[in-house]
């Protein structure tokens, strides 16, 4: 009965689209198809269809012993080779010259250094930016980072299209003479007054900047980003005591490190450089990672950067075109016969479906409406395993639960460690997600590059409430009841209604769930407004960084106001670290100090679990478990 009510329901939703060739679920509806913008999983599959980066990590040898098929980042996208230098900071790709866009403009390296810098963009707020924190200067132009004598471009306020960051208005590049801001209170240095210049400043700055003329005069300007007659502005200018007039100061949109001097360059429209602060031998997988993807300049400028993803308005570069947009209900590509390898796309047309209901979806599986689904129901997987379509194999991936910092009593990390220690992990993997799982008590998945990981505690309800009494809540007394928060999706429910058990049984301490659907949910991660959260994470690389650097002091992928500048520190320097062996133990002190001071508690450790139609070709396990729509063919039927 369930088959037959799902199957009409959604025969009324297709409407007049005629079938697809291929149809998924996606899982939720993706909060953005904006390379720049977007963070997730459901996100990655669609974005990676509509738009090409310079590299594509594609299938590269033989499966191993789990059946996981290796993959690597080739010169199969927008670059058809690359160089790399001898020290290998610089990286130099040749974009092809049959690269289009699908409204027949050309692709340019100039595409991609526009589009880097919008990625880099303080206005864009990119969670992923610090992704080209490698590139020489980039950090310094994305976080603001300025000290005297630094390059610096001033945007002035004559933005062609007031609300839109882009086109950007006047800029007028110069040199920083002078910061002059408040000083910071715990700043000790003897002067104790105003005018402090560089590092060590907090609120409101104004910039004194002096620009050449072609006749090789100087003028000084003074600017701030805020408005000039602002209270602490006009307090700054009041008690200033150095030598440059201020009465003329200028408000202007942004002071920002000068973009000309960043290692990203457009030497020619064929040719893109990049010149990183330091080997980085995982560079090649970033640059073929989504959120480097490029955009089309002009439409992003015609339309704003909340319109120009709109199927009536979206340029892409990608293997498909975005064709139809159902909210909360599909997506419809279609192969992009500009697309430069065009040839090599067997699908012509895809459905991706935004089916949060994890039984719902299984169903119209087994009844042929969906070729892939990417989460079949927990509680069947045993079933399901024994089953022709199912593909599974460990990978890249951590479950874990936030926990926020900054919420009293989850500042106390003795209360952290007590809700780690008090949870039942094994239970979790044995009774609720049953697909092979690993019980986790580190954050980097075992096995990877040599790494050692650093270790939590494990599952010991004695100790966690030793833990929970030496913090001052003996038997969970005083404890203010502790709210989950979670994504829309059977299995997170399940998981959350177990560690809700565990914490009431093991230590005391009343429990309470809340669920939202996936834009909100990311929303409310981004603003701290949870005290726990249901989180995950797959690698973007094989490399232990990419699961710890997103934990430094105001990373915006930390979303737990923890911070610790021992483990900043660590980060900081593994990334110049070149002894392989040296660079391993930094990476295990570091996650050792996370465990310890546990802003997250690891769940477990993830296995893919896909049910595909033995019809699909092209479909492999692997470490990312990500799968290229464009390399996905359907078995032609045989004849009798």
């Given at each position: 009965?369930?088959?037959?009510?799902?199957?009409?329901?959604?025969?009324?939703?297709?409407?007049?689209?005629?079938?697809?060739?291929?149809?998924?679920?996606?899982?939720?509806?993706?909060?953005?198809?904006?390379?720049?913008?977007?963070?997730?999983?459901?996100?990655?599959?669609?974005?990676?269809?509509?738009?090409?980066?310079?590299?594509?990590?594609?299938?590269?040898?033989?499966?191993?012993?789990?059946?996981?098929?290796?993959?690597?980042?080739?010169?199969?996208?927008?670059?058809?080779?690359?160089?790399?230098?001898?020290?290998?900071?610089?990286y130099n790709f040749h974009i092809r010259e049959n690269a289009t866009w699908t409204n027949g403009d050309p692709v340019t390296a100039e595409d991609f250094a526009w589009s880097?810098?919008?990625?880099?963009?303080?206005?864009?707020?990119?969670?992923?930016?610090?992704?080209?924190?490698?590139?020489?200067?980039?950090?310094?132009?994305?976080?603001?980072?300025?000290?005297?004598?630094?390059?610096?471009?001033?945007?002035?306020?004559?933005?062609?299209?007031?609300?839109?960051?882009?086109?950007?208005?006047?800029?007028?590049?110069?040199?920083?003479?002078?910061?002059?801001?408040?000083?910071?209170?715990?700043?000790?240095?003897?002067?104790?007054?105003?005018?402090?210049?560089?590092?060590?400043?907090?609120?409101?700055?104004?910039?004194?900047?002096?620009?050449?003329?072609?006749?090789?005069?100087?003028?000084?300007?003074?600017?701030?980003?805020?408005?000039?007659?602002?209270?602490?502005?006009?307090?700054?200018?009041?008690?200033?005591?150095?030598?440059?007039?201020?009465?003329?100061?200028?408000?202007?949109?942004?002071?920002?490190?000068?973009?000309?001097?960043?290692?990203?360059?457009?030497?020619?429209?064929?040719?893109?450089?990049?010149?990183?602060?330091?080997?980085?031998?995982?560079?090649?997988?970033?640059?073929?990672?989504?959120?480097?993807?490029?955009?089309?300049?002009?439409?992003?400028?015609?339309?704003?950067?909340?319109?120009?993803?709109?199927?009536?308005?979206?340029?892409?570069?990608?293997?498909?075109?975005?064709?139809?947009?159902?909210?909360?209900?599909?997506?419809?590509?279609?192969?992009?016969?500009?697309?430069?390898?065009?040839?090599?796309?067997?699908?012509?047309?895809?459905?991706?479906?935004?089916?949060?209901?994890?039984?719902?979806?299984?169903?119209?599986?087994?009844?042929?409406?969906?070729?892939?689904?990417?989460?079949?129901?927990?509680?069947?997987?045993?079933?399901?395993?024994e089953r022709d379509e199912w593909v599974s194999t460990p990978f890249l991936a951590v479950y874990f639960y936030r926990i926020n910092t900054s919420k009293p009593p989850l500042?106390?990390?003795?209360?952290?460690?007590?809700?780690?220690?008090?949870?039942?992990?094994?239970?979790?993997?044995?009774?609720?997600?049953?697909?092979?799982?690993?019980?986790?008590?580190?954050?980097?998945?075992?096995?990877?590059?040599?790494?050692?990981?650093?270790?939590?505690?494990?599952?010991?309800?004695?100790?966690?409430?030793?833990?929970?009494?030496?913090?001052?809540?003996?038997?969970?007394?005083?404890?203010?009841?502790?709210?989950?928060?979670?994504?829309?999706?059977?299995?997170?429910?399940?998981?959350?209604?177990?560690?809700?058990?565990?914490?009431?049984?093991?230590?005391?301490?009343?429990?309470?769930?809340?669920?939202?659907?996936?834009?909100?949910?990311?929303?409310?991660?981004?603003?701290?407004?949870?005290?726990?959260?249901?989180?995950?994470?797959?690698?973007?690389?094989?490399?232990?960084?990419?699961?710890l650097d997103m934990w430094v002091t105001d990373g915006p992928n930390n979303q737990t106001k923890w911070s610790n500048s021992f483990f900043d520190e660590g980060i900081e320097?593994?990334?110049?670290?070149?002894?392989?062996?040296?660079?391993?133990?930094?990476?295990?002190?570091?996650?050792?100090?996370?465990?310890?001071?546990?802003?997250?508690?690891?769940?477990?450790?993830?296995?893919?679990?896909?049910?595909?139609?033995?019809?699909?070709?092209?479909?492999?396990?692997?470490?990312?478990?990500?799968?290229?729509?464009?390399?996905?063919?359907?078995?032609?039927?045989?004849?009798?």
């Amino acid at each position: 009965m369930l088959l037959a009510v799902i199957s009409v329901v959604w025969a009324i939703n297709l409407g007049t689209l005629p079938p697809a060739d291929f149809v998924f679920n996606n899982g939720t509806e993706v909060k953005t198809i904006d390379p720049a913008k977007a963070t997730g999983v459901p996100e990655g599959r669609v974005i990676n269809a509509l738009y090409e980066g310079l590299l594509r990590s594609v299938p590269d040898g033989e499966p191993d012993d789990l059946g996981r098929t290796p993959t690597k980042p080739k010169a199969v996208a927008m670059s058809d080779s690359y160089t790399v230098s001898e020290d290998g900071t610089v990286y130099n790709f040749h974009i092809r010259e049959n690269a289009t866009w699908t409204n027949g403009d050309p692709v340019t390296a100039e595409d991609f250094a526009w589009s880097w810098m919008r990625f880099l963009h303080p206005e864009t707020a990119s969670e992923y930016n610090y992704q080209l924190f490698y590139v020489k200067n980039a950090k310094k132009f994305a976080l603001v980072e300025l000290e005297e004598g630094d390059p610096v471009e001033v945007e002035l306020k004559d933005r062609p299209v007031q609300g839109q960051i882009f086109p950007r208005g006047t800029i007028r590049r110069g040199q920083l003479l002078e910061v002059i801001q408040a000083v910071a209170e715990d700043d000790h240095s003897e002067d104790g007054g105003h005018g402090h210049g560089g590092s060590g400043g907090e609120g409101p700055a104004i910039y004194v900047v002096e620009f050449q003329s072609l006749d090789q005069q100087s003028e000084v300007h003074v600017y701030t980003t805020v408005d000039s007659d602002d209270d602490e502005i006009q307090s700054l200018v009041q008690s200033y005591q150095g030598e440059t007039d201020l009465t003329k100061l200028q408000s202007v949109e942004h002071v920002l490190f000068d973009f000309d001097h960043v290692g990203i360059k457009a030497l020619s429209t064929h040719q893109f450089e990049v010149s990183l602060n330091s080997p980085t031998p995982y560079f090649t997988e970033l640059a073929a990672f989504y959120p480097l993807h490029p955009v089309h300049r002009g439409s992003l400028e015609e339309h704003g950067d909340r319109e120009f993803t709109k199927p009536e308005f979206i340029v892409s570069n990608g293997p498909f075109v975005l064709r139809e947009r159902r909210i909360r209900d599909r997506l419809r590509l279609v192969k992009n016969d500009q697309y430069w390898n065009a040839d090599s796309v067997s699908l012509n047309s895809i459905d991706v479906l935004a089916i949060q209901s994890e039984t719902t979806s299984l169903n119209m599986f087994l009844n042929g409406q969906l070729d892939w689904d990417t989460k079949p129901p927990n509680t069947l997987i045993p079933i399901l395993k024994e089953r022709d379509e199912w593909v599974s194999t460990p990978f890249l991936a951590v479950y874990f639960y936030r926990i926020n910092t900054s919420k009293p009593p989850l500042d106390n990390p003795l209360v952290r460690q007590a809700l780690n220690m008090a949870i039942d992990k094994k239970s979790i993997v044995d009774n609720i997600v049953k697909g092979g799982q690993v019980p986790a008590r580190s954050l980097v998945p075992p096995g990877m590059n040599g790494h050692q990981s650093g270790y939590c505690g494990e599952y010991n309800p004695q100790e966690a409430q030793r833990l929970l009494a030496e913090a001052g809540f003996p038997n969970g007394k005083g404890l203010p009841t502790i709210e989950i928060l979670y994504n829309t999706l059977d299995s997170h429910r399940d998981i959350a209604e177990v560690i809700q058990q565990d914490w009431k049984k093991n230590l005391g301490i009343n429990v309470s769930l809340r669920n939202l659907e996936w834009g909100t949910y990311l929303d409310t991660l981004r603003i701290g407004d949870y005290m726990v959260s249901r989180s995950g994470w797959i690698g973007d690389y094989a490399d232990p960084n990419t699961f710890l650097d997103m934990w430094v002091t105001d990373g915006p992928n930390n979303q737990t106001k923890w911070s610790n500048s021992f483990f900043d520190e660590g980060i900081e320097k593994a990334k110049y670290e070149s002894d392989p062996t040296e660079r391993m133990e930094i990476f295990r002190q570091i996650e050792q100090t996370l465990m310890d001071e546990q802003p997250i508690i690891p769940i477990y450790f993830y296995v893919s679990t896909n049910m595909v139609n033995t019809r699909i070709k092209g479909f492999t396990a692997n470490l990312q478990d990500v799968h290229p729509l464009h390399l996905l063919s359907i078995e032609s039927e045989r004849s009798e």
